[in-house]
């Protein structure tokens, strides 16, 4: 836009402020003028776009926000993302497209089921079909049903990695089904499984907070039958976590957001002794970026968006378009355990809720004012306060105290 008051006239970058004489330097993007430097070039569309929205495709170079959500394909093994004219393969075993080099290097062809596999074909042949149809691929997503009531539409959904070291995976899976229902579902992950014994993912709908805590009872027996009589492990299984999923909804604003990513990321060694482990699928260190003179600094602000500069495996995976997705918890079949995981995200997004920049910069956001309120709500919590209370104690490397 010109600069009033200014001979010869200036105009200037709506991103970074660049000023220049030449009108010609500056493109229109939208609704602002870019310079070269904060403008990118879509391959696909042949437009200009911001150039914090783009992304990168194999083979085709940068793409536009739109182009790259609805025009690509994503290797669930590399992590590249190519054109949607490139076709990838769906690996039965594990529940994942991958791409051709992943698939020509890493997996095999069952010519009997005219499926791929990462591992051999364990449903032809002698032994049978072990799984059940029950188990839906990793890519089975349906349509949300929500449960219960809520006033600031703050709704949290389960995924619970699980072995099954019983070897009745079909049993385990109706058993779930005959006594939960539709309020749940089963998957199968590429996790599961890498110690020997097969599993399943159980994911929830999302439900309100106040229906985890007092209309879940089928879920909990059925987690306890499954650890008692077909040794269902989590917990011990060093491939399976707890993710929570917490609806966008839920939060009052940006800035609310901000405070409780904040609150997470800041509180990193206490939050994975709560969770009970490290891990490089729920990494922590996404947060910290790097200034000229390549000094890491701490900022939350490009998780925000959830689009650009930051990982889905990282303790808050901000990319799902619905929810933000708390990954850094270990997995256990213990109704307490995952009780305390559900919890910690309610707590976590009630506490900031309200919080101004006076209680920030008072400090509010460290641990242990977490922990004051937690405890001075420990009847609203009782199992995340019990947990809480142990992780002053707690080594990650012997983290079998906190196992509630």
Avoid at 79 to 91: G, Q
Avoid at 217 to 240: F, G, K
Avoid at 331 to 359: F, K, N, Q
Wanted: glycine share 6%; charged share 25%; net charge negative.
């Amino acid at each position: 836009m010109p600069i009033d008051n200014e001979e010869p006239t200036q105009y200037e970058c709506g991103s970074c402020s660049w000023t220049t004489e030449d009108e010609d330097n500056l493109i229109w993007v939208d609704d602002r003028l870019l310079c070269e430097d904060c403008r990118a070039y879509c391959n696909r569309c042949d437009e200009y776009t911001d150039n914090d929205s783009t992304h990168y495709v194999e083979g085709e170079g940068d793409y536009c926000e739109s182009c790259w959500e609805n025009y690509t394909n994503y290797c669930e093994r590399c992590s590249n993302t190519y054109s949607d004219s490139y076709s990838l393969y769906h690996i039965e075993d594990r529940g994942e497209y991958w791409c051709e080099g992943c698939y020509e290097d890493n997996a095999s062809y069952c010519e009997e089921c005219d499926q791929y596999y990462a591992n051999e074909c364990e449903g032809c042949g002698e032994g049978g079909n072990r799984r059940s149809n029950l188990i839906n691929q990793y890519s089975y997503k349906p349509n949300p049903h929500f449960y219960g009531n809520d006033k600031n539409d703050l709704y949290f959904g389960l995924e619970l990695e699980m072995e099954i070291r019983s070897g009745n995976l079909r049993e385990s899976a109706q058993y779930v089904q005959d006594k939960v229902g539709d309020i749940v579902y089963m998957k199968d992950d590429s996790s599961i499984g890498r110690g020997g014994y097969m599993g399943f993912e159980l994911v929830s709908h999302p439900l309100s907070f106040g229906h985890w805590t007092t209309q879940m009872s089928s879920l909990w027996q059925t987690l306890d039958y499954l650890r008692d009589n077909e040794q269902a492990r989590s917990w011990d299984a060093d491939s399976c976590g707890i993710h929570i999923h917490v609806s966008r909804t839920g939060f009052k604003s940006g800035a609310h957001t901000h405070r409780w990513l904040t609150l997470i990321y800041k509180n990193a060694p206490e939050m994975m002794k709560f969770a009970g482990r490290k891990s490089d699928y729920a990494k922590f260190n996404d947060v910290w970026q790097y200034d000229e003179y390549d000094r890491p600094y701490f900022s939350v602000k490009h998780k925000l968006d959830g689009r650009s500069h930051t990982e889905r495996y990282s303790a808050v995976n901000t990319q799902n378009e619905h929810t933000l997705e708390l990954r850094f918890f270990r997995g256990t079949t213990r109704p307490s355990g995952v009780l305390s995981a559900i919890e910690l995200a309610h707590a976590s997004v009630e506490y900031t809720r309200d919080m101004t920049l006076a209680d920030v910069k008072l400090g509010m956001l460290k641990w242990d004012w977490f922990y004051d309120y937690v405890e001075a709500n420990n009847g609203f919590y009782p199992n995340l306060y019990e947990r809480m209370s142990k992780v002053s104690h707690v080594n990650l490397k012997n983290i079998e105290k906190i196992n509630a």
